[in-house]
């Protein structure tokens, strides 16, 4: 007997998945698990019943549930039919999205002889790399629907499918053709209306939407300095907020009956909030000294407000790659975000407070994204978290902890992200998109939608009724370029501010020569726009229209001095310094490209991305217009050293390009690749918070200075002399308090 199930014909007697040409042997256990949801096709499963009828065991480990789910919805997956055949019912189990009928032997070899769309098929380069340059990047993999630790293997450029344009072979009757296509027509129509998609917000799901009308916004705080998080109690009467001023970060409690405030301190660190423990008054906050590279999770216990005892101590964390944190309603556990060393992005993890043991919860993406932030339900059984992907909107899960479920319950509509969510209750999540608010039921998915037509873009929230909230606005930050002479030789000049304004200032790039001139960019006309600096004058060099939304990277001169290349809103481009020429590279418009440089000889431009998830850097002739494959797998952050040689960062070795060094970085890894710098004899980074470090290449020998601000974006002078950095100042901001009908 065979069953089909959807596009795919199963034959058990082979454990063979077969459509058209292709074919998939499934491997033991994923086979007794598609037995098994055919068998109990008109139902959802439990997970426990899974591991009770497939595994035969009481308990099986929840990563390996996950991965064998995951690999038979990979197995299942169709090239053409893209709906998903198993369901996850959250907080319920699994189900198949389709009914599965049997086929006898004799219909089934009919079916196999009958021409069709033709299937997709498999193109291959062998060992060679692609001749063609890669289309847009592949982006940070948002979260399975399963949590699991594990992702699928990367494919190789080689190994990338090409799809044949679909096309019939007219070998039958015509109409039979025709039937063909009716009853394929009305397949795809019902099986559109039994699926649901989860990477967008269905109509479906939207039950309502409205204005709000009788809107009021009031400040609830006013100390001097950029005032954030604020963070109701679970009971409704206190609420907690940071504030940061110049670079101190201090953080105060305030009781709302009587706006009695106290501000929480320990000793010489810094006190930032972060979280409070369900149903108690227990805040779980995050000390810092920066100088002596100190960070700890702490416990403020406010039960007795105004009276505050000293915290406990209860994991030390990373300066630099800390994150959100939250206490299980039981005290056992502690939920916190982290950077991922092995992939590079942000996961979530459970630290058992008796046993100092860490777990992950939910994985990390790639590069730099993934759980940037979360909350815990008001019950402790729920987890909600942001997951952040490069340059596509955040989309918000939530994770059931007893469960191990994981549901897609929104996806922004705008890319960037927002800390702005929180729980109403142990089932509505209420999440702020823009000026607009989604109350989303956990259960049925429905999501009430209420748009603020006044000025209303929050950062954070904190929801004290079903119309009221407590938020902060991202204030923003002002960014100006500060410089340090000698900074490593013990005769460190004090920093000195070039090119002041009211404006923003950012990206100083040098030239390779003695010449003084900079060139950086500059808000001081109103707009992101391109500045030279010369001695003492400043000069205007681009002039971008439409500025409002301007987003400019790192500028890169060429090695004669001729040409300036940057990134403008994912575009690459460069100006001609002579004329002011702006030049499009638009053969790389398609291409999301994560650093860049000049060939030694300015003839091409090099430039790192990422396809299939793999990192690779490629060689764009600006005269030949041809793309070149350099490296097949690996490559992120090029440098220049100054002298044409460039080097590239890989699995945390500094490599040249012609593969004739590679040497161990000792150094604290920098968070963006605005924050390396690379002369002959010296890498530089920055940890983006105090301080500057200096690797000698040679030795390896490791020097440090601080920095008086936050920071990003470092340059170096050719001789070592000069370092220069983007100072990072907060903008004064308040805590507000919004309530409507």
């Known amino acids: 007997m065979q069953y089909q199930i959807g596009p795919w014909l199963f034959s058990p007697a082979r454990c063979l998945l077969t ?3 292709i074919e998939r042997e499934l491997e033991p256990l994923v086979f007794k698990l598609l037995t098994y949801f055919i068998a109990q096709q008109e ?6 019943e899974l591991v009770e009828q497939v595994w035969q065991q009481s308990f099986v480990d929840d990563n390996a549930i ?5 690999e038979l919805r990979k197995q299942l997956k169709h090239p053409v039919e893209k709906a998903p055949l198993i369901k996850t019912h959250y907080r319920k189990g699994y189900s198949l999205t389709v009914t599965v009928t049997e086929v006898t032997a004799t219909s089934a070899a009919t079916m196999a002889g009958t021409d069709s769309i033709q299937p997709e098929v498999q193109v291959t380069n062998g060992d060679n790399a692609p001749a063609s340059p890669p289309g847009p990047a592949v982006q940070a993999a948002e979260p ?5 630790e594990q992702a699928e293997k990367p494919l190789s450029p080689a190994e990338v499918k090409t799809p044949a344009q679909p096309h019939f072979l007219m070998k039958k009757p015509w109409w039979l053709l025709i039937a063909f296509l009716l009853l394929l027509t009305a397949l795809i129509a019902t099986r559109s209306t039994l699926s649901i998609s989860l990477d967008s917000n269905s109509g479906e799901k939207a039950t309502q939407s409205s204005i709000a009308e009788n809107v009021a916004i009031t400040a609830e705080t006013w100390n001097p300095g950029a005032e954030s998080t604020p963070l109701l109690s679970p009971d409704g009467k206190l609420f907690a907020y940071s504030n940061q001023l110049a670079d101190d970060v201090t953080s105060f409690i ?7 405030e106290i501000k929480l301190q320990y000793q010489d660190m810094e006190v930032a909030i972060i979280s409070w423990q369900p149903q108690s008054r227990i805040l779980l906050t995050e000390l810092t000294n920066a100088s002596r590279k100190d960070c700890h999770y702490a416990l403020f216990d406010i039960a007795n407000f105004p009276e505050v005892a000293a915290p406990r101590l209860v994991k030390t964390c990373n300066v630099t790659t800390r994150g959100g944190a939250q206490l299980s309603r039981d005290g056992q556990w502690m939920y916190y975000s982290q950077y991922d060393e092995s992939k590079e992005g942000i996961a979530i993890y459970r630290y058992d407070l008796a046993s100092g043991k860490s777990t992950m919860v939910v ?11 979360f909350e815990l339900s008001p019950d402790g059984e729920s987890l909600a978290y942001i997951w952040l992907q490069e340059s596509k909107p955040a989309k918000i899960y939530a994770l059931g902890l007893q469960t191990r479920e994981t549901q897609m319950l929104y996806q922004m509509q705008h ?8 729980w109403q209750d142990n089932q509505h999540l209420v999440i702020a998109d823009g000026n607009t608010l989604h109350t989303i039921n956990l259960d049925t998915a429905a999501i009430k939608s209420t748009r603020i037509e006044q000025d209303f873009f929050p950062y954070h929230l904190s929801v004290e ?3 009221k909230l407590l938020f902060s606005t991202q204030g923003g930050s002002r960014y100006q370029i500060e410089q340090i002479t000698n900074a490593f030789s013990g005769e460190q000049s004090e920093p000195e501010t070039l090119y002041p304004s009211d404006k923003s200032n950012y990206y100083v790039s040098f030239r390779f020569d003695a010449s003084p001139d900079r060139f950086f960019i500059s808000y001081r006309s109103g707009y992101a726009q391109i500045w030279q600096a010369e001695q003492d004058n400043l000069v205007q060099l681009s002039d971008f229209p439409n500025g409002e939304g301007q987003r400019l990277n790192r500028l890169i001169l060429s090695h004669d001095g001729r040409f300036l290349l940057f990134n403008r809103n994912e575009q690459m481009e460069f100006i001609e310094l002579a004329t002011k020429k702006l030049h499009q590279l638009k053969d790389l418009s398609p291409t999301h490209i994560s650093s860049y440089a000049w060939s030694a000889d300015d003839r091409a431009i090099l430039y790192s991305t990422a396809v299939n998830g793999v990192s690779q850097i490629w060689r764009y002739d600006l005269l030949t217009r041809e793309n070149k494959q350099l490296t097949q797998r690996g490559g992120n952050n090029l440098l220049d050293n100054g002298a044409g040689d460039i080097y590239y960062i890989n699995d945390e070795h500094l490599i040249s390009l012609d593969g004739s060094s590679k040497t161990k970085i000792t150094t604290p890894k920098a968070p963006c690749w605005c924050s390396n710098a690379l002369t002959e004899n010296y890498l530089y980074s920055s940890d983006r918070f105090s301080t500057i470090y200096r690797m000698e290449l040679s030795s390896g020998k490791i020097d440090q200075v601080p920095t008086p601000y936050n920071h990003s974006g470092i340059n170096v002078s050719a001789d070592d002399k000069i370092i220069t950095y983007t100072k990072i100042t907060p903008v004064d901001t308040q805590i507000q308090r919004i309530s409507w009908q």
């Open 363 to 373: 994985p990390s993406g790639d590069k730099k994204y993934g759980a940037i932030y």
């Open 19 to 21: 459509s058209n040409e």
């Open 66 to 70: 996950n991965r064998a789910i995951s």
């Open 254 to 260: 305030k009781r709302i009956d009587d706006q009695r």
């Open 43 to 48: 139902r959802i499963i439990p997970r426990q």
């Open 144 to 148: 399975a629907r399963e949590n699991t």
């Open 415 to 422: 890319n960037g992200f927002t800390y702005a969510i929180d």
């Open 465 to 467: 009724g079903n119309n």
